[in-house]
């Protein structure tokens, strides 16, 4: 999975230059003007944020799963929210944080709908991906910018002061939302990213 998902957000990256190779792309302006601003936008969301302790990070999960809010991904490698009202139809979203240095850096999020079906073409990534696009635009603003990437299709980007945000679809299922803090996705991660190894400490949420 670790494999898989860095090798998407590289491919990713790499589709932006197939889009304009000069290096004064939107992209590329963007993410020098917002790095330059000094900006921080540490929020993601249910109150996780960039910097977060790991330690908060699980206490906030006890919280929320108190609460009946998530439960554990599978395989006790996730943490599992189902969205019943945000999106046009019901999904679940998986997530789990990259931290450096024992703080939240990373925060990769993977989507599916409830009910997908191979010949239920509402509910395939193509939607799913609008839907999400949709839905963040309203939470993190309407500045996304739409690239094509030569493989996966059309993703969506977002640069916040330190935030980035890229939307794009994995499969005809999945799609991902990956929030990535930019003064420190540079630096060796302290843990795997999204599921590599079961999270002992989320093991006992239900």
């Not at 189902?82 to 989507?111: D, T």
């Not at 690239?147 to 890229?166: L, T």
Request: hydrophobic share 35%.
């Amino acid at each position: 999975m670790k494999k898989t998902l860095l090798l998407l957000v590289a491919l990713m990256i790499i589709g932006f230059y197939f889009t304009g190779c000069s290096p004064k792309t939107k992209y590329d302006r963007r993410l020098k003007h917002e790095l330059a601003s000094g900006v921080r936008a540490d929020s993601l969301f249910m109150g996780f944020y960039f910097g977060m302790p790991d330690k908060d990070f699980y206490t906030r999960c006890w919280e929320l799963n108190k609460k009946g809010l998530i439960k554990q991904g599978g395989n006790n490698t996730t943490v599992e929210y189902e969205i019943r009202n945000e999106l046009r139809y019901p999904c679940v979203m998986n997530f789990y944080p990259s931290f450096v240095k024992g703080k939240i850096s990373e925060m990769p999020v993977r989507f599916v709908y409830s009910g997908w079906a191979p010949w239920n073409k509402e509910l395939t990534s193509d939607k799913l991906q609008i839907d999400i696009l949709n839905w963040y635009k309203k939470s993190f603003g309407d500045e996304f910018i739409e690239v094509e990437h030569p493989e996966k299709g059309k993703a969506f980007v977002d640069i916040s002061g330190n935030r980035r945000i890229s939307i794009f679809k994995e499969d005809e299922l999945h799609v991902w939302a990956v929030f990535t803090d930019m003064l420190v996705k540079q630096e060796k991660p302290d843990s795997s990213k999204f599921g590599t190894n079961p999270i002992d400490n989320l093991k006992d949420l239900k």
